[in-house]
């Protein structure tokens, strides 16, 4: 492939390298670094004309340190004439306020979207959105991927059997759905109300569990409180096993405690975010996006169709 080449923020060093291998394109080097007083310094070591640029950056702990950081690399890609930038974003921050509930708040996912198309992305590739309106947030073109395929097939791989798909909330249930349709499984609904951020009270099961194993799926986790209530709930359902499933692992807090006492034999995240080895449980398994974006990006600069992608018999290629 010519004309192409691939930059990468600090926030996933480990993705971004295994995309690069994956690709056969050396990674842009670049300097990043802060000043004194937080500021952060970019410079590109290499030219990039003309080319079409791959920034590979999710948002992850510190989150604006991160947006920061790719708001710079893009300005500096502007000024240094590159024909093409594409933002490969697996978290995209700011996601969860994509609509006021109470007055006098602010639509950050908006907002972050506006920072992003002004400074200069022109087109942006990201995983499992908080809600998939925000996609019209954005002026240029948004590939939102989803990455419950990628956990579907693993499951098949290992052979569960009677098998029941769980939404943890009512805003998961098309998610659910279609993680059903893949495996061919009933689903149900957890119905929870939520008195705070990150916490909820759930209030029952709409569906069978009974004697069942129950994959509970989210787009994320961040202190792990609702998911592993929600897991408590399905194995008092009478669920023979519980199995958690989630996109994004933000785990914050006591995360890690938590799911590591709930009542889930398996917990399955993609590597959409870096995952510290203080937050590695054993019961824990991550599936990489290496594999999906190397050819998400292939195609893109080639000017094929992304559709191929998203079929079922595809994704089986990606395990």
Request: glycine letters at 6%; aromatic letters at 4%.
């Amino acid at each position: 492939m010519n004309g192409i080449q691939l930059i990468a923020g600090t926030s996933h060093p480990k993705l971004a390298q295994q995309i690069s291998k994956k690709l056969k394109l050396p990674l842009v080097p670049t300097t990043i670094k802060k000043f004194a007083n937080g500021e952060i310094y970019v410079r590109l070591g290499k030219k990039v004309r003309g080319d079409d640029i791959f920034i590979i950056q999710t948002m992850t702990n510190p989150v604006n340190d991160c947006l920061m950081e790719l708001l710079i690399l893009v300005d500096a890609l502007k000024r240094s004439s590159a024909r093409r930038i594409n933002l490969i974003c697996p978290q995209m921050c700011y996601s969860r306020q994509d609509r006021r509930t109470q007055s006098h708040e602010p639509i950050t996912a908006k907002l972050v979207a506006n920072l992003i198309t002004k400074a200069g992305v022109d087109r942006l590739v990201t995983v499992d959105l908080h809600a998939d309106q925000i996609q019209g947030f954005y002026d240029i073109p948004v590939d939102h991927l989803v990455g419950y395929p990628l956990m579907a097939k693993y499951l098949v791989k290992k052979k569960y059997q009677d098998i029941v798909v769980v939404s943890p909330d009512m805003g998961g249930v098309k998610r659910a759905n279609k993680m059903a349709d893949l495996l061919g499984a009933p689903i149900a609904i957890i119905d929870k109300i939520r008195r705070k951020h990150n916490e909820c009270e759930v209030a029952h099961v709409v569906g069978d569990v009974k004697g069942k194993t129950a994959i509970l799926v989210d787009d994320m986790i961040d202190t792990g409180g609702s998911i592993c209530a929600a897991a408590e709930v399905v194995k008092k359902y009478g669920a023979k096993e519980v199995i958690i499933c989630a996109t994004h692992a933000l785990l914050n807090g006591k995360a890690k405690e938590n799911l590591e006492n709930c009542s889930a034999s398996k917990v399955i995240f993609l590597d959409s975010i870096p995952i510290s080895k203080e937050n590695k449980i054993q019961k824990m398994k991550i599936i990489s996006l290496a594999p999906l974006l190397s050819k998400i990006i292939y195609r893109i600069h080639m000017e094929r169709s992304l559709g191929e992608l998203f079929k079922w018999e595809e994704q089986s290629k990606l395990l």
